[in-house]
């Protein structure tokens, strides 16, 4: 279509209240609550794109899935609005007197205190508008204590404009996001202060072990969210890709170790199976065993088949069988050194694993790109490999970073290195993308990627690139971008094309 949705996040600055006293021109700007900025953007023209709606709410964004046509925006926030009582003077009199008026400002709160506030510009209109962005009907409440910010999941249909009025909330935390084309899933460990924490007169108390509550929502209606079930498992998960659904079974990847105040068991880790039953995710299956004293680094899902890197000192790439949810069996596994740290599938059992090679002793020793054949699940080989002597990907930990562009077998990887050549006494490094020609028999290098010099004319002596953050192909053309602009090549001979900096 002609519209785009830019979401950012970030906290405000402004004016605290400063009762009596004048405002002085040396009065610092203090920080403010976090807030949410999604402007629709009309790209009809792109020589003169313009703002149609900025709509500004409390809160992070925590993620965001496109599905159906429809945009659920998913936003975290806390209780606005209390103006605190702090102790006037020294001693526990002034603490209690604080606390007393607190408590009554909590017991006097209304909806609008929990909810995040919004406000919706009209640029083309010129108007304003603003107000809680959820009513008491629209907000749930999980059966078991998931903390006291609010979940806010917008539906955003850009056909029909940037508004605020399909959103719906649930009074929990939120962490980890997942959609499958029917249903959104928002998983959060709860974080306890102290050890044997336990409130007077309710049941929240701290655990020797951390779990993870898993809240589910149906997206099967474009125009809004609902709220439809809860449920916890034991461990925690590394990112959204420990979650999948298929065949209406929900699969779960976590590691389950003590937390600080815990005993020292050492880490285990698991794969759990759960469906909806009424307003609950129950567990129906569970393997675990899956590295011993390691820590998950990696997980791919694919169909009724999952597969699981852990890490110390070696890496072993498990295969799990999934084909039965109430009974998910560990069916191969692949000992090497070093670890995938995001598993891509490139082909019918083929998967690309980019991490890091390790030494004997678990030392890494840069960056790796391996091939996969996991084509017999009892016996999974790595056909292929390439390491890049002390390198680190940003694909790595931001799977956006990424590409795999399969109509020309390549693979795109930001890289960085910063080392010392001791053979010839210089500083050996790099900052930008390297493009790999990746196949069952060989992973191939066809070329270095470099943005222009980010200093430029301020220090033309300096040999620093910007990171490059993120690549797409469109055409035949491959586009690479940094902080500092934009680079086009040729996709065939990674010749420079056309560059354009931002700013």
Not at 344 to 368: K, N, Y
Not at 472 to 477: E, K, R, S, Y
């Amino acid at each position: 279509g002609d519209r785009l949705l830019v979401m950012t996040s970030g906290g405000g600055y402004g004016i605290g209240p400063v009762g009596d006293r004048e405002l002085s021109a040396d009065v610092a700007p203090g920080y403010s609550s976090p807030r949410t900025v999604l402007t629709e953007v009309d790209v009809s023209n792109p020589a003169s794109m313009a703002a149609v709606r900025t709509l500004t709410l409390d809160g992070t964004i925590l993620s965001s899935r496109m599905t159906s046509g429809s945009i659920r925006v998913v936003v975290s926030s806390g209780p606005t609005g209390f103006a605190w009582e702090y102790p006037q003077g020294n001693g526990i009199r002034a603490e209690q007197v604080a606390i007393d008026a607190n408590k009554k400002i909590i017991e006097e709160s209304t909806i609008e205190n929990w909810v995040p506030w919004y406000v919706l510009e009209d640029h083309k209109a010129g108007t304003t508008s603003d107000g809680p962005l959820l009513g008491c009907e629209q907000v749930g409440v999980p059966d078991e204590f998931s903390g006291l910010s609010m979940l806010s999941v917008l539906s955003i249909d850009l056909d029909s404009g940037l508004e605020p009025g399909n959103a719906i909330g649930l009074l929990a935390e939120g962490q980890t996001i997942y959609a499958s084309t029917d249903n959104l899933y928002v998983a959060t460990a709860p974080w306890m202060a102290w050890p044997l924490m336990e409130q007077a007169g309710g049941d929240v108390r701290a655990t020797e072990s951390l779990t993870t509550q898993i809240h589910m929502f149906d997206i099967t209606d474009p125009a809004t969210a609902v709220y439809v079930s809860s449920g916890r498992v034991d461990g925690t998960l590394l990112s959204q890709w420990s979650m999948d659904e298929y065949d209406g079974t929900l699969r779960v990847v976590t590691t389950d170790e003590n937390p600080w105040w815990g005993s020292s068991d050492v880490p285990d880790s698991a794969v759990i199976t759960l469906q909806r039953k009424g307003d609950e995710l129950v567990q129906v299956g569970y393997v675990d065993g899956l590295g011993k004293n390691e820590r998950v680094y990696a997980v791919r899902f694919i169909e009724d088949k999952g597969y699981v890197v852990t890490f110390r000192q070696v890496d072993p790439l498990y295969i799990v069988d999934l084909s039965d949810p109430t009974n998910p069996q560990v069916t191969g596994e692949l000992k090497i050194n070093g670890y995938s740290a995001y598993l891509h599938p490139i082909g019918e059992d083929l998967l690309l694993g980019v991490g890091q090679d390790a030494s004997d002793e678990g030392r890494t020793l840069g960056t790796q790109v391996s091939v996969f054949d996991v084509s017999d699940p009892t016996n999974p080989q790595r056909l292929s490999r390439m390491t890049f002597k002390e390198a680190y990907s940003q694909a790595e930990w931001d799977t956006h970073a990424f590409l795999w562009w399969a109509p020309k077998g390549i693979s795109v990887l930001p890289m960085q290195r910063w080392s010392w050549d001791e053979r010839t006494g210089k500083e050996d490094n790099f900052s930008g993308a390297v493009v790999l020609a990746v196949g069952p028999q060989r992973v191939k290098q066809l070329g270095l990627i470099e943005h222009p010099n980010a200093a430029g004319e301020e220090c033309p002596d300096c040999s620093w690139s910007a990171p490059i953050m993120r690549s797409l192909v469109i055409g035949d053309t491959l586009y690479t971008i940094s902080e500092a602009g934009i680079l086009a090549s040729d996709i065939d001979t990674l010749d420079d094309v056309a560059w354009v900096p931002f700013g």
